[in-house]
């Protein structure tokens, strides 16, 4: 099979292709990474010589490049950051040239506006797969997983938290895109509250909750994110009754006040441009810019540090007419296995469900991942990447 990744250059689309080259995968007969940057994708070559990998420099302005690349794959990654805005762009021209299409996920931002054309999708016989990395794609199938074993739903509750071990790094290292990351910390959110979508503001919710070490008692801020758009919607979840489902994340304590400073200063996801002496700049450009410089400038000042990552969902409802709450946490600690990945959570479960698609014949419209992928399946991937499954089921008095 030959997968095209457009911005395949990029941190999460280097890490996929390299999972999808790894012993750990299979069908995989070449990939096409498409990108701007000459640079980055001789990078990609360098760190990853490997005979299947064919890099393209590419203009995603180019309509008519990009459909000569389409001709020629089986099916299309799109790993172009959400807030550069050509996210439909490349959305639609996978459903014009008839190839599956998959993404990381548009921060709610597209994600309604890609589910509105399912039976356009579905009519031409084509697939596509939104929000299919780590946050939101295995989360969402956790929340399958958990809602699989309820009869009834009351609420699903959704959480992610990162903490790192070892000495403090005085050079800030985004965990993913500069812009994400912004529209995380300074955009409202829309979460499912008492049977419907409701706005909240930005960083709010704060809740605590004690959790194993690492990471301790951890403090979660509602953001912005795709997955109350779609599983309190989705099929054997909205017909169970849910009332409420929430997605709430928790960076690093010195890296969410990083974050938390840089909105309080001005910086935002949507990027709208300041004239500084006469010259017209872009916010998060110039500020991407600098963090990039720094990390190069500092990169012997960039501490080692361990990452670990929790990824749990809590639904509560009844089970067998008893009041019930269930469960799911997927753990990810240090591995040698991914030491090379800036981001092996949401590369590896991109690469994951990339090939269970193409493994067997394809459901054609949008999706969700939590409405296409059968969770078991799924996790047995994430098992073989070292990846810890816990599910916890317990009769409940009251909740």
Not at 337 to 357: E, F, P, R
């Amino acid at each position: 099979m030959r997968i095209l990744i457009v911005g395949g250059a990029g941190l999460m689309s280097a890490g996929t292709a390299r999972d999808l080259l790894s012993k750990l995968s299979s069908g995989t007969t070449n990939i096409i990474a498409a990108d701007s940057n000459a640079e980055r994708l001789e990078s990609l070559k360098k760190s990853l010589p490997d005979s299947r990998l064919e890099t393209h420099v590419f203009d995603v302005n180019d309509r008519a490049a990009l459909g000569a690349l389409l001709a020629d794959c089986d099916l299309c990654i799109n790993g172009v950051p959400t807030f550069a805005g050509f996210q439909m762009a490349i959305f639609e021209a996978c459903l014009e040239a008839k190839r599956p299409y998959v993404d990381y996920g548009g921060m709610g931002v597209y994600t309604v506006k890609q589910k509105a054309q399912h039976q356009k999708w579905k009519d031409a016989g084509v697939t596509a797969v939104v929000g299919l990395g780590s946050d939101p794609g295995m989360s969402n199938i956790i929340c399958r997983a958990v809602a699989d074993r309820l009869d009834t739903i009351e609420c699903i509750n959704l959480y992610w938290g990162a903490t790192k071990i070892g000495a403090d790094s005085p050079v800030l290292v985004p965990p993913y895109s500069v812009s994400t990351v912004l529209a995380e910390y300074a955009n409202p959110s829309q979460q499912f509250l008492d049977g419907k979508l409701q706005e909240v503001p930005a960083q709010a919710g704060a809740e605590s909750i004690d959790l194993p070490h690492p990471w301790g008692r951890t403090t979660f801020i509602h953001s912005q994110h795709s997955e109350p758009l779609t599983v309190p919607f989705s099929e054997g979840i909205k017909e169970k009754g849910i009332r409420e489902f929430t997605w709430k994340l928790s960076l690093p304590e010195r890296d969410h006040e990083a974050w938390a400073g840089l909105v309080k200063a001005g910086f935002d996801a949507e990027n709208e441009p300041i004239t500084v002496n006469g010259v017209t700049v872009r916010p998060t450009d110039v500020l991407q810019a600098v963090i990039d410089r720094n990390m190069k400038k500092n990169a012997n000042r960039i501490s080692s540090q361990e990452v670990h990552e929790i990824h749990f969902a809590i639904g509560q409802g009844t089970r067998d007419g008893k009041p019930c709450q269930v469960t799911c946490r997927v753990i990810g600690h240090p591995d040698p296995l991914y030491d090379d990945y800036v981001d092996a959570g949401t590369s590896m479960n991109m690469s994951i469900g990339v090939q269970q698609m193409l493994s067997k014949p394809m459901k054609p419209g949008v999706w969700a991942a939590e409405e296409y992928f059968e969770a078991e399946a799924f996790f047995a991937e994430l098992r073989k990447r070292h990846f810890a499954i816990e599910m916890e089921t317990q009769v409940v008095e009251t909740f």
